[in-house]
């Protein structure tokens, strides 16, 4: 579900989400596909919790590696058949629309197993805990940090950023709204409808 959010966020072309800005403007740069980039980043960020959880490594966080590569994967053989006509604004509105919530929807998920996180989500966890900061608080810091050096590397290689646009900013406001929106949906119809079967 996330991998679809991601695919359709960026053929919106009205920009990509910040997790996302990093990989997208690896691919201007280097010769890899955007689900290669997109497993790389996931990968880096399964590292670098890795060393800040040096003492005590949970297996959840060595799971976050096979789920890169597949994530990764998912996102270049899904890219093949998501095609948006963006020469229309209602289109890409629309595909906006669908990439927040089927985001949402994939965070939701992989929040309820409580097995494997997003590794960008799962360092922004581990971050969290570190610093003793409030989980949103850190996210957003994340983000912020995430379309900086992506717009420093776009504009130093090839001297304009790339990816930023309306998406970015819907996306880092809404992903997180909609898993909350759709978290208390779940739960009212669990308790209204589903809970007496």
């Given at each position: 579900m996330v991998s679809v959010g991601i695919v359709l966020c960026k053929?919106?072309?009205?920009?990509i989400s910040p997790v996302s800005s990093i990989p997208l403007i690896m691919e201007s740069i280097?010769?890899?596909?955007?689900?290669n980039l997109t497993m790389l980043f996931h990968l880096i960020n399964t590292i670098l919790q890795l060393i800040l959880e040096h003492r005590k490594i949970a297996v959840r966080t060595i799971l976050q590696i096979p789920l890169a590569f597949c994530f990764g994967m998912v996102i270049d053989w899904i890219q093949g058949f998501i095609i948006i006509d963006d020469?229309?604004?209602?289109?890409?509105?629309?595909?906006?629309?669908?990439?927040v919530f089927f985001t949402g929807?994939?965070?939701?998920c992989m929040i309820s197993v409580n097995?494997?996180?997003?590794p960008p989500d799962g360092l922004?966890?581990?971050?969290?805990?570190?610093?003793?900061?409030e989980l949103g608080q850190i996210k957003i810091y994340y983000d912020i940090t995430?379309?900086?050096?992506?717009?420093?590397?776009?504009?130093i290689v090839i001297g304009k950023p790339r990816g930023l646009g309306i998406a970015t900013i819907v996306s880092a406001i809404f992903v997180g709204k909609t898993v909350i929106w759709l978290k208390k949906g779940f739960y009212l119809l669990w308790n209204q409808y589903l809970k007496k079967y």
């Amino acid at each position: 579900m996330v991998s679809v959010g991601i695919v359709l966020c960026k053929k919106c072309n009205l920009g990509i989400s910040p997790v996302s800005s990093i990989p997208l403007i690896m691919e201007s740069i280097i010769p890899f596909t955007f689900g290669n980039l997109t497993m790389l980043f996931h990968l880096i960020n399964t590292i670098l919790q890795l060393i800040l959880e040096h003492r005590k490594i949970a297996v959840r966080t060595i799971l976050q590696i096979p789920l890169a590569f597949c994530f990764g994967m998912v996102i270049d053989w899904i890219q093949g058949f998501i095609i948006i006509d963006d020469s229309k604004l209602i289109c890409q509105l629309m595909a906006l629309v669908l990439s927040v919530f089927f985001t949402g929807f994939g965070m939701l998920c992989m929040i309820s197993v409580n097995l494997i996180q997003n590794p960008p989500d799962g360092l922004v966890c581990v971050l969290s805990r570190k610093l003793n900061r409030e989980l949103g608080q850190i996210k957003i810091y994340y983000d912020i940090t995430c379309v900086i050096i992506s717009s420093i590397i776009g504009t130093i290689v090839i001297g304009k950023p790339r990816g930023l646009g309306i998406a970015t900013i819907v996306s880092a406001i809404f992903v997180g709204k909609t898993v909350i929106w759709l978290k208390k949906g779940f739960y009212l119809l669990w308790n209204q409808y589903l809970k007496k079967y």
